[in-house]
């Protein structure tokens, strides 16, 4: 099985800030990647496929890149909608695994 | 824009069954792929399988054969059923669909339904 493993479980920053938040698997998975925003009580919701495209109605500020088994999702500004939970997954051959999560927080 | 809504008891015994029917509305069930995913509470998301509208499904290795995914593309549904439950298996239990289109992210979601086990 695939293990994808983010590389912080929590990060603090600021309105403005710029946040990366990295996401590594545990074999190659191609660009097989995809990101999700939770909030809570939510369902999650898509935000990049592809490990960049940007799914239709996400605000631009967020960006993906990466490839093989390093992988990252960038908020170039942040914003107060974007405190959240965030979470990568892989797809491989008709099985699917999420990361554990990296939750932004206010600093 | 298609809509997924989950259904079914919100509390089940341990040692029981836990049993969902996912709704499809607005989109058929016959294209795309078709998954279960949970989350307990306060931790991250867990994908547990998926169906495909022929009957085809696989599921995640950790939970063992106690998972069993059907599709009824007659009422345009998907089924979970989870044996042999603990407390463990408490969580929210999400359906969602995973699109081809989209190299097989889960691009629409139901909303949730939190499935506690206990006595």
């Known amino acids: 099985d695939i293990q994808m493993t983010q590389s912080h479980s929590t990060l603090s920053a600021s309105v403005g800030d710029r946040v990366t938040i990295t996401c590594r698997a545990s074999?190659?998975?191609?660009?097989?990647l995809a990101w999700y925003q939770q909030k809570p009580g939510k369902a999650p919701k898509l935000l990049i496929y592809?490990?960049?495209t940007l799914e239709s109605g996400v605000p631009s500020r967020f960006s993906g890149s990466g490839s093989g088994t390093e992988f990252h999702l960038t908020i170039s500004s942040l914003q107060p909608d974007d405190f959240a939970t965030y979470y990568c997954?892989?797809?491989?051959?008709?099985?699917?695994?999420f990361g554990q999560g990296t939750k932004v927080e206010i600093k | 824009q298609v809509q997924l809504r989950e259904s079914g008891p919100g509390l089940v015994k341990p040692s029981g069954t836990l049993s969902l029917t996912c709704t499809v509305s607005?989109?058929?069930?016959?294209?795309?792929?078709w998954s279960w995913i949970r989350q307990p509470p306060e931790k991250g998301l867990e994908w547990i399988g998926y169906v495909y509208h022929s009957g085809t499904t696989n599921h995640n290795p950790s939970l063992k054969s106690r998972v069993t995914i059907s599709v009824d593309t007659s009422k345009n549904q998907f089924s979970l059923k989870l044996s042999y439950v603990t407390t463990a298996d408490t969580a929210v239990y999400y359906c969602?669909?995973?699109?081809?289109?989209?190299?097989?992210?889960?691009?629409?979601w139901g909303q949730g339904a939190l499935v506690s086990v206990s006595s």
């Open positions: 592809k490990t960049s």
């Open positions: 607005g989109g058929s069930i016959s294209r795309d792929y």
């Open positions: 969602a669909r995973a699109s081809g289109n989209k190299w097989f992210a889960f691009d629409s």
């Open positions: 997954q892989q797809y491989n051959t008709y099985s699917w695994t």
């Open positions: 074999q190659s998975i191609s660009s097989w």
